[in-house]
């Protein structure tokens, strides 16, 4: 069996979630000596990359990014095509199309592959796929409202687009073998929007974590180390507007002369003139995905703040906190809430309006500091059901072997 992954931007550049979950399957595929196609643009070729025996192929096309999300583009589609002839592939994987026309997963189903297509966001739905223009427009529908916020927003589309966008990727939807979404969360909400996909074609295969960090702190689920001391809340993940940047900096200015409360922040910080110079506001910093849950043990908080605005389709970070052992505060959107709710992980708290229930959590627990103990106790048993890279992988190959 022979796959090619096609991404919408180089994997190993600078990686986010998407590529972060490509480099974990290629790196399975590589340790098990299976060679591995991947398909991806850059500003003035398509490149396609082949691991093979711990060998890195590379071979450049024409063509290249297009930054305008069109539906078809018939040069790009010649290049696909004799990509897809230079190398013999049973299965043809769409991680993301973002910089790619749509039609290429047209194309794969025209020349008989099996053809997979995972959604880690709301690019099937929408192309300003986090949807914050303002706020998230929770998948708003009529034509005339997107279009007014696309254009707000800076995207160059005309009255249309979108709803012509829909009806061609419901049709993709019934042409391709299966969709992979990484939460029920995102499931629903693809069937809600799509209702023409069917039930058993849409597959839910969580995201993996390293195996490696789960073999920290093997043992007892810790204690809270503070004892008695101040109440320690720790934002974790890139410090950005739509992972809850503001509710959290809300937090800080509130509690800023309070003995009983500190803060630390887990993350790279894209703009530090947001940060005060408050006392009890620690930045610890950006950090590795290998050494994540060394980091947070170091920073050692009592909870890990996951204030996202948006429903989140499955949270890495909230993986990474389960693996560390600690406990969330986490708002009720999405797959938080699913997962959250599902591993009894910690506290949620409204996605609307976060701030007044968080206040009202923090006060609790600075009485009752013994309830975020009964929650570690919870979080170390989810701990042992994340699912590994490796566990991953082999859902996908499994899963590749049925449809073959």
Known sequence: ?????????????????????????????????????????????????????????????????????????????????????????????????RTLPLSLVEIAKQRRKKVLMTLHEYYFWCINCIMLSPEFCWFQEDEDTCHECLTRSGYNVQKGFMTERRAYIAHLFQMVDKI???????????????????????????LGVDKELLQTNIGKAPVRKNGN??????????????????????????????DSVRFSIIGNIFDPSLLPSNKNLNIAGGYTRDKIVKTINEVSPDLVMLLSNWPETFSYTLSEAIASGVPVIATDGGALRERVSKEAAGFLVPIENPLPRTIELIEDMKQQPEVIDYFRERVWEARKRLKTVDQMVEDHLNLYNSLL
Request: overall charge neutral; proline content about 5%.
């Open 180 to 206: 992979i979404v990484p939460s029920m969360y995102v499931k629903d909400v693809l069937l809600s929007l799509y209702p023409g996909v069917s039930y058993d074609k849409c597959v839910v295969i969580e």
């Open 229 to 258: 001391g101040p109440l320690h809340l720790a934002f974790l993940g890139n410090f950005l507007h739509y992972k809850g940047n503001r509710t959290f900096l809300q937090l800080v200015k509130y509690f800023k002369t309070s």
């Open 1 to 97: 069996m022979k796959v090619l992954y096609v991404i919408d931007q180089k994997p190993d550049g600078y990686p986010g979630g998407i590529e972060y979950h490509l480099l974990d399957i290629l790196g399975v595929f590589i340790k098990k000596r299976r060679p591995v196609h991947i398909l991806f643009p850059e500003m003035g070729s398509l490149q396609l990359r082949r691991y093979d025996d711990y060998k890195i192929h590379e071979v450049s096309y024409g063509g290249g990014r297009l930054d305008d999300h069109r539906l078809r583009d018939s040069s790009i589609e010649d290049i696909f095509n004799k990509v897809l002839d230079d190398i013999d592939v049973d299965v043809v994987h769409f991680q993301s199309i």
